[in-house]
C-alpha cells in the first residue's frame, strides 16, 4: 500500500521559513517524480515544485528565489524548504508522487502564513 506523509506545516509569520516533509512508504522512491501541491480555500490545487528521479527541479513562478525542492533517496523523503513566506502561501500543501501511469497523493498539511 502506497503512503505519502506530509509533515512540518503550522502557523508562522510573513517573511518566516518553514520545512515542510513527504516520507513515502510502498513505493521504489528513487524511481518515482515528486511534487509539491497546493490548494488555497477557494481556489484550484497548483504545482509549487517537482524533482524528477534524477533531481532535476523546477518551480512555480511565484515561488522561485524562495522555495527550494529536494529528495532522499534513502529516507525515501521528499522536502520543501520554504523561506520568506508570504501570506498568500497560505494553503494546504499536498506531496505527490508520479511513475508512468501512477499517481500518489498525500493527506495533505496546512501551512498558514500571517502575523
Known amino acids: 500500500q502506497v503512503q505519502l506523509v506530509e509533515s512540518g506545516g503550522g502557523l508562522v509569520q510573513p517573511g518566516g521559513s518553514l520545512r515542510l516533509s513527504c516520507a513515502a512508504s510502498g513505493i521504489i522512491f528513487s524511481i518515482y517524480g515528486m511534487g509539491w501541491y497546493r490548494q488555497a480555500p477557494g481556489k484550484q490545487r497548483e504545482l509549487v515544485a517537482r524533482i524528477s528521479s534524477d533531481a532535476s527541479a523546477n518551480y512555480a513562478d511565484s515561488v522561485k528565489g524562495r522555495f527550494a525542492i529536494s529528495r532522499d533517496n534513502g529516507k525515501n523523503t521528499v522536502y520543501l524548504q520554504m523561506n520568506s513566506l508570504k501570506p498568500e502561501d497560505t494553503a494546504v500543501y499536498y506531496c505527490?508522487?508520479?511513475?508512468?501511469?501512477?499517481?500518489?497523493w498525500g493527506q495533505g498539511t496546512q501551512v498558514t502564513v500571517s502575523s
Open positions: 505527490n508522487a508520479v511513475w508512468v501511469g501512477e499517481v500518489h
